[in-house]
């Protein structure tokens, strides 16, 4: 990655966790997000970052070093706004609820936010009352943007009965 970024001949964004989440448990132990961290401040690139960790806030100090220089967002995928349904749907993260907090927290530390509004599963966590309950956190948190699609889902051959 310093390779990369010392022979970039302009300034970007540097964006992680779209394929991957760069916050999962191991992260704890091994802080490889956080050694990224460093560098791209380092070489004064921006930095963008799709997580459902509030293992994020362990690095709040360098993602508002880089917001002050260029640009820092940090963006959190928000499914559904039951705590049951969420442990269930997603059962290796932290809730909903902490999600909320963290948004919070970086709003509060300047840190602008998107939220993921996704997957949207018909019968599962497509009712009003989830989605107000979400937008309630998004509007709460003031949060800079809401990305919003997969309303519904594609079964594909053995996915009718995983599901």
Known sequence: LEDALRRKRSRCMIGTGSMCD????FEKSERLTRRCLELIDQYGFGFSVITKSDLVLRD???LKRINEKTKCVVQMTLTTFDEDLCRILEPNVCTTARRAEVLNIL??????TVVWLCPILPF??????NLRGILSCCFEARVK???????GVTLREGDREYF
């Open 22 to 25: 760069p916050y999962l448990p």
């Open 60 to 62: 709040l100090d360098l």
């Open 107 to 112: 709003r509060d530390e300047g840190i602008p």
């Open 124 to 129: 599962i966590n497509d009712s009003e009352e």
């Open 145 to 151: 943007g809401i990305i919003c699609f997969g309303m």
